[in-house]
């Protein structure tokens, strides 16, 4: 067991990626209420992780507007404007990613992500196929926090928990990575991580 990590494993939404369903959806709506509504009602957090978790898009769309006909344009939005929910990219990030590759640091990454627009996504950001090893929550049908998520990176990539450290946006599961055995880091703006990095030891 390593007294230092030496491995980075990253989250992509919110640390990486800029992604907001807003971002589509102030376009959509004039109105904010409404458009919150529509986010707290219609298409919610809820139903999007399911997408997460593996189900087919058409089929997620299908359900939605079953249900709420009248809003059937900007549920099909949801999924046939999907990029437009990402806004860009966290760019001190990214370049904190390109440099580990560059210092020869292994480099993997745990999303909670539509298997199919991560697809898509990594069209649009080619950084997102520079990873060492990918699990992708749609393509295994697992979600953070659940621990099997992380043990199954740790097995397909043959890792030690102790030797990587983890950085999320979510509380839970940063929590859930420690509780695993990895060391992990909450990210949120305006934190300078390439510095906490520094402080384990990485060269960056």
């Given amino acids: 067991m390593s007294e230092k990590p030496t491995i980075v494993v990253f989250d992509v939404g919110n640390v990486l990626l800029r992604w907001d369903p807003r971002n589509l959806y102030r376009k959509l709506f004039d109105d904010a209420d409404r458009m919150e509504?529509?986010?707290?009602?219609?298409?919610?957090?809820?139903?999007?992780?399911?997408?997460d978790r593996g189900r087919d898009w058409d089929e997620a769309v299908a359900i939605l507007v079953k249900d709420y006909p009248d809003h059937e344009a900007p549920i099909r939005a949801f999924h046939e404007r999907w990029h437009e929910t990402v806004s860009g990219v966290f760019e001190e990030n990214v370049a904190l990613l390109g440099r580990l590759q560059e210092a020869g640091v292994p480099t993997y990454c745990i999303t909670n992500f539509s298997g199919a627009k991560f697809v898509e996504?990594?069209?649009r950001f080619p950084f997102l196929a520079s990873f060492d090893g990918v699990v992708v929550s749609g393509d295994e049908r697992l979600l953070k926090p659940d621990p099997e998520i992380y043990h199954l990176l740790l097995r397909r990539y043959d890792l030690n928990a102790p030797d990587c450290i983890f950085i999320d946006d979510s509380k839970a599961n940063v929590e859930a990575a420690r509780e695993v055995g990895m060391q992990a880091i909450q990210y949120a703006e305006p934190m300078d991580l390439a510095a906490e990095l520094r402080r384990y030891g990485f060269p960056v």
């Fill in 121 to 123: 996504a990594k069209q």
């Fill in 37 to 51: 509504w529509f986010l707290s009602t219609v298409c919610t957090s809820d139903w999007n992780v399911e997408q």
